[in-house]
T-cell receptor, first 115, second 112 residues
Framework: NAGVTQTPKFQVLKTGQSMTLQCAQD?????MSWYRQDPGMGLRLIHY???????DQGEVPNGYNVSRSTTEDFPLRLLSAAPSQTSVYFC??????????????FGSGTRLTVV | GDSVTQMEGPVTLSEEAFLTINCTYT??????LFWYVQYPGEGLQLLLK?????DKGSNKGFEATYRKETTSFHLEKGSVQVSDSAVYFC???????????FGKGTTLSVSS
């Protein structure tokens, strides 16, 4: 049981480059979400999804795109990287509240540096 | 909107000391409340949770009680260990659990 798998673990980008952070879960969780962690800011919600084909914006969505074509995968796309997007990114998933809410399971994170 | 406020850190304690990390929240309706822990260089792990008023979550000697009247969910442990050194996050969700809202985190450092 792999849980939530994020790739890559580390990435360095140049300003203006684009890339996709991958997130996959094998627990048949309906809800998935992306957070960024910055010093002194805690974790802030970027985008979330309540099922395949359904996504919505969180607190800090600008500069990021998401899609959810399958239950398992929830990639996060940086369209044109900026130094302000230097952060640690976490993906998380959970069963829906209707199925019993046990708390989110987090991936191990992607440390992104934009130079 | 919904929000979580936790005490500023760092919190520095000696081994076997009593720990309290304060957490208060603002939310509409009846959120579920959580404490997550992040050990150095790792992701977040669920420490404990409570889904309704007066529920007590507990795990690994840590406890927190959902107090609706004071909108609080303070984390406590009677005797901390060096291995408890980590960052602790208080969080909430709405009833549908669509996403988590986090506090800014409290760093705990325990020395022997």
């Amino acid at each position: 049981n792999a849980g939530v798998t994020q790739t890559p673990k580390f990435q360095v980008l140049k300003t203006g480059q684009s890339m996709t952070l991958q997130c996959a879960q094998d627990m048949n969780h309906e809800y998935m979400s992306w957070y960024r962690q910055d010093p002194g800011m805690g974790l802030r919600l970027i985008h979330y999804s309540v099922g395949a084909g359904i996504t919505d914006q969180g607190e800090v969505p600008n500069g990021y795109n998401v899609s959810r074509s399958t239950t398992e995968d929830f990639p996060l796309r940086l369209l044109s990287a900026a130094p302000s997007q230097t952060s640690v990114y976490f993906c998380a998933s959970t069963l829906s509240g209707a199925q019993g809410f046990g708390g989110y399971t987090f991936g191990s994170g992607t440390r992104l540096t934009v130079v | 909107g919904d929000s979580v406020t936790q005490m500023e850190g760092p919190v520095t304690l000696s081994e076997e000391a009593f720990l309290t990390i304060n957490c208060t929240y603002t939310a509409t309706g009846y959120p579920s409340l959580f404490w997550y822990v992040q050990y150095p260089g790792e992701g977040l792990q669920l420490l404990l949770k409570a889904t309704k008023a007066d529920d007590k979550g507990s795990n690994k000697g840590f406890e927190a009680t959902y107090r609706k009247e004071t909108t609080s969910f303070h984390l406590e442990k009677g005797s901390v260990q060096v291995s408890d050194s980590a960052v602790y996050f208080c969080a909430l969700t709405d009833q549908a659990g669509t996403a988590l809202i986090f506090g800014k985190g409290t760093t705990l450092s325990v020395s022997s």
